[in-house]
């Protein structure tokens, strides 16, 4: 009990520093939710150009996004010439490969992309602390237990930062919004070598 | 108002289906052979091409366009236009990708799938792989059209392609249309235009 209270304080402390590392003001807790609209509309396909660097190898494809109901969500890469790389079913607290080519099919390729793609693709998460900084509101989320900062400037999200013990681990920057469409999206991992560029077309 | 959607159901699949007839013996033989004169006889294609993605998911299908080059005996160049640029460049064994600018040699296309995929779309533009010990052959004909239905033995290869179409231009035996159906019923499907055999293609357009 006394180490589980000690590993939760320090959770605490280390969650806690970055707003102050990072000359945050602090808002206090305004809004219930924060919203993530870009994949949210049933109605549309959402298709991209995928660029990956990962390790020393780098690799192209058609990345694709529908969503399917509330909180489910398809997610295909293909080659260019239309060959699977992968194909997941996300829906709400499942996660379900449909396929995925025997080099890419590692357990801890598929937990990276599972995470990666949650955060892209999670509409809304419960807001526990508003910050500010220059013209950018920053929200506090939480996925999977991990700590999540969504960046807006003029009520627009533009960058969701993944954050362990005070550290970016992983970074979504969101550019060229038109009408809730995301022209660019880039996936940047801090601590591994990983790359994804998105483009969409 | 049920029966009568049963009765009509099968109206159109019998009239649909009525349309595409299984060859004879000496048709197929005498298809082969005009197929393998063609390819014979074909040392360079330049094509233009459309892809069009099917997956059930999706409300449209994802279109790709590009031209394509050919030159005998094991050189081919897919070079996606729109809404990308990008092409693959498949080099006697070797296979190029220049990614809008990026250039490299890696790709998952490098998976063991992938290249025999690949080779049968090299061997699918000449319209000569009816000797391919890999598939069980079926071959169909339309009015306009043959139709040669293309299943895998490979249970590797099964589990991502049910089955490699080709769709042949009666008068002139050459491939107009390419897909390939995933065993879930997804497909990809691939339709030249503006073909022109024989012209002078340099190596250079094969060039990484």
Same mark, same amino acid.
């Given at each position: 009990m006394r180490?589980?209270?000690?590993?939760?304080t320090f959770l605490l402390v280390s969650c806690g520093s970055y707003p102050r590392k990072n000359d945050f003001q602090e808002l206090g807790k305004s809004?219930?939710?924060?919203n993530n609209p870009y994949f949210s509309d049933k109605t549309k396909d959402y298709i991209y150009k995928a660029k990956i660097e990962a390790f020393d190898k780098s690799f192209g494809g058609i990345f694709i996004v529908k969503k399917l109901g509330p909180g489910h969500?398809?997610?295909?890469?293909?080659?260019?010439?239309?060959?699977?790389?992968? !194909?997941?079913?996300?829906?709400?607290?499942?996660?379900?490969?449909?396929?995925?080519i025997p080099e890419m099919n590692k357990r801890i390729l598929i937990k990276i992309l599972k995470k990666d793609l949650k955060v892209l693709v999670r509409e809304k998460s419960t807001a526990f602390m508003g910050y500010t900084k220059k013209r950018d509101t920053i929200w506090e989320t939480r996925l999977d237990?991990?700590?999540?900062?969504?960046?807006?400037? !003029?009520?627009?999200?533009?960058?969701?930062?993944?954050?362990?013990?005070?550290?970016?681990?992983?970074?979504?920057?969101?550019?060229?919004?038109?009408?809730?469409?995301?022209?660019?999206i880039q996936i940047l991992h801090n601590k591994i070598p990983l790359k994804i560029n998105l483009t969409a077309i | 108002m049920r029966n009568l959607f049963v009765i009509v159901s099968v109206f159109v699949f019998f009239a649909l289906h009525g349309q595409e007839k299984a060859m004879t013996t000496s048709e197929i033989t005498a298809f082969k052979n005009k197929v393998s004169a063609t390819s014979l006889s074909t040392k360079t294609i330049?094509?233009?091409?459309?892809?069009?993605?099917?997956? !059930?998911?999706?409300s449209n299908l994802i279109e790709t366009s590009g031209n394509m080059a050919f030159k005998a005996? !094991?050189?081919?160049?897919?070079?996606?236009?729109?809404?990308?640029?990008?092409?693959v460049v498949f080099n006697k064994d070797k296979l190029y990708i220049n990614d809008d600018g990026s250039k490299s040699n890696v790709d998952l296309g490098n998976s063991k799938l992938f290249k025999k995929l690949n080779e049968l779309i090299i061997a699918s533009v000449k319209g000569d792989m009816f000797n391919d010990v890999d598939f069980v052959t079926t071959y169909l004909k339309t009015e306009s059209l043959n139709k040669v239905v293309f299943v895998p033995k490979d249970q590797k290869i099964a589990d991502y392609i049910?089955?490699?179409?080709?769709?042949?231009?009666?008068?002139?035996?050459?491939?107009?249309?390419?897909?390939?159906?995933e065993p879930t019923g997804d497909y990809t499907q691939i339709i030249f235009r503006n073909r022109t055999l024989n012209q002078p293609l340099s190596d250079a357009v094969f060039a990484h």
């Open positions: 180490y589980l209270l000690i590993s939760l809004i219930e939710y924060v969500h398809r997610i295909v890469l293909t080659t260019e010439m239309g060959n699977k790389i992968f !194909d997941f079913t996300l829906n709400r607290q499942s996660f379900r490969t449909n396929r995925i237990e991990e700590t999540h900062y969504y960046f807006n400037k !003029d009520q627009q999200l533009n960058k969701i930062i993944k954050v362990k013990g005070g550290k970016e681990k992983v970074e979504f920057i969101f550019s060229e919004i038109n009408d809730n469409i995301v022209g660019q | 330049q094509s233009d091409f459309t892809q069009y993605k099917y997956l !059930d998911f999706l005996p !094991d050189m081919v160049k897919w070079h996606y236009t729109k809404p990308y640029n990008y092409s049910a089955s490699f179409e080709l769709f042949f231009d009666r008068s002139k035996a050459s491939v107009q249309e390419v897909k390939i159906i």
